[in-house]
């Protein structure tokens, strides 16, 4: 008898007390649901058998990346139903538990489990990450790096395109994303007030492209700054093409250990993700002293939707495993004002939330148009993350379950009450 799609969808619905609103494909060749829907493809007994161990988005993750879960269908409309039936329901172990008394719901899993077969449980695909404490020590915030961008830099130019960013863009009707990109670069350079012969830290300078800009386009000498090996040798080929060299040094360097400041501004674009909310008031103190009086840092961060019980707040298992080791996320508030408590004055907060989900789609974009590639280049696993955590990105800006903003601060002048910035500042719109 070929039932097993007819029976997983029967537990799933058990569980959550709610229609299922996608179909499911089983590996006996069963279909069950809603006809016109996307499908989840379930590929074999092993996907069951890692939701079985791992109930919740770990396991559906796990079976995603090694390949035992698939979508038919459209990728971001099955990620938007399934979506919207758990993490905007609010589901939690609670409520699993709560339909476990049921004795119909208890039968279903004893079948489920006999339906699994093996009961040991599968190994993690390769490519997870093992979970750890986030210490956000320089040692562990480097091997958090390496786990991310050296990914290789084939790769990232398939998925990011010429303009080697991996940043929210700023998008204007029927541009291209490469013009999204420059916009975005020649806004922080305004909101910066850069000028020839001023002095820019890039922190998390990834492949070169702010330094480059800043260096060309308005003449200032700038350090770059990155953790990782591979983008550094990356955008030091790439100053050494555009004949920057005189102008644009690229460092393997934590932030922390830059020594010679001051500087007249600082970037930081994507880069404090990475700190941790622990680290958070360390690195607003470190670019603080590292800018000299009436100097401006724009920091430009993705941010998260600020929760009653913030002592409640988890980083999302997938992400952490898959994709951005310790990396976590804060409200904006939090931000601003960690960033004041380092002694900063902040000017002007943007956000540009629906930017970042239209360049996470040109992303996507990208990767599929060339996946064989992407493949080769990387790994079968590693492109089923980047595809999965671009896409579910994308609705999540979407959606506003996160946004993000450019701060622009500044290190006062030692005028009392003074700010270095003009009457009408926002001369960059």
């Given at each position: 008898m070929h039932d097993a799609a007819l029976r997983l969808k029967s537990l799933v619905e058990q569980l959550l007390g709610a229609p299922l609103p996608v179909r499911i494909r089983a590996w006996d060749g069963s279909v069950a649901?809603?006809?016109?829907?996307?499908?989840?493809?379930?590929?074999?007994?092993?996907?069951?058998r890692r939701l079985l161990w791992k109930p919740g988005e770990l396991g559906l993750a796990r079976a995603w990346v090694a390949g035992d879960l698939g979508v038919e269908g459209d990728l971001y409309t099955a990620l938007d139903l399934v979506s919207g039936l758990l993490w905007e329901r609010g589901e939690d172990a609670r409520g699993a538990a709560e339909a476990l008394r049921d004795p119909e719901v208890r039968a279903a899993v004893r079948g489920l489990v006999k339906m699994a077969g093996s009961p040991l449980p599968p190994a993690p695909p390769r490519e997870e990450v093992r979970r750890r404490r986030h210490l956000h020590t320089k040692r562990s915030d480097k091997r958090a790096i390496s786990h991310h961008y050296d990914v290789g830099n084939d790769f990232y130019e398939i998925v990011l395109g010429p303009s080697m960013i991996y940043s929210c863009a700023y998008w204007d009707e029927g541009g291209t994303l490469e013009d999204a990109q420059r916009d975005k670069?020649?806004?922080?350079?305004?909101?910066?007030?850069?000028?020839?012969?001023?002095?820019l830290l890039d922190v998390g300078c990834g492949?070169?492209?702010?330094?480059?800009?800043?260096?060309?386009?308005?003449?200032?000498?700038?350090?770059?700054?990155?953790?990782?090996?591979?983008?550094?040798?990356?955008?030091?080929?790439?100053?050494?093409?555009?004949?920057?060299t005189d102008k644009v040094e690229i460092r393997v360097q934590d932030y922390r250990d830059v020594a010679d400041g001051p500087y007249d501004a600082i970037s930081s674009i994507?880069?404090?993700?990475?700190?941790?909310?622990?680290?958070?008031?360390?690195?607003?103190?470190?670019?603080?002293?590292?800018?000299?009086?009436?100097?401006?840092?724009?920091?430009?961060?993705?941010?998260?939707?600020?929760?009653?019980?913030?002592?409640?707040?988890?980083?999302?298992?997938?992400?952490?495993?898959?994709?951005?080791?310790?990396?976590?996320?804060?409200?904006?508030?939090?931000?601003?004002?960690?960033?004041?408590?380092?002694?900063?004055?902040?000017?002007?907060?943007?956000?540009?939330?629906?930017?970042?989900?239209?360049?996470?789609?040109?992303?996507?974009?990208?990767?599929?148009?060339?996946?064989?590639?992407?493949?080769?280049?990387?790994?079968?696993?590693?492109?089923?993350?980047?595809?999965?955590?671009?896409?579910?990105?994308?609705?999540?800006?979407?959606?506003?379950?996160?946004?993000?903003?450019?701060?622009?601060?500044?290190?006062?002048?030692?005028?009392p009450g003074g700010s270095g910035m003009p009457l009408r500042a926002r001369t960059w719109n």
């Open positions: 649901g809603p006809p016109d829907a996307p499908a989840l493809v379930v590929r074999n007994r092993k996907a069951v670069l020649e806004l922080i350079a305004a909101k910066l007030d850069l000028k020839p012969g001023q002095r492949w070169g492209s702010m330094a480059i800009h800043a260096a060309r386009e308005h003449g200032a000498s700038v350090v770059g700054v990155t953790l990782s090996q591979e983008q550094a040798a990356y955008a030091r080929k790439r100053v050494a093409d555009e004949g920057l994507g880069m404090a993700e990475h700190v941790g909310a622990e680290r958070y008031l360390e690195y607003a103190e470190v670019l603080y002293q590292l800018l000299k009086p009436g100097g401006r840092l724009l920091n430009h961060q993705i941010a998260r939707r600020p929760q009653r019980d913030e002592s409640t707040y988890s980083v999302d298992e997938f992400i952490d495993a898959y994709v951005f080791p310790d990396g976590e996320l804060a409200p904006i508030g939090t931000t601003v004002t960690q960033l004041e408590r380092a002694g900063f004055e902040v000017r002007d907060v943007e956000s540009i939330r629906e930017h970042y989900a239209l360049t996470l789609r040109r992303w996507v974009t990208n990767l599929e148009e060339q996946w064989a590639r992407a493949v080769k280049l990387s790994s079968p696993g590693r492109a089923r993350v980047w595809r999965l955590y671009m896409a579910a990105s994308a609705l999540a800006f979407e959606r506003n379950r996160i946004g993000v903003n450019q701060v622009l601060a500044v290190r006062t002048p030692e005028v």
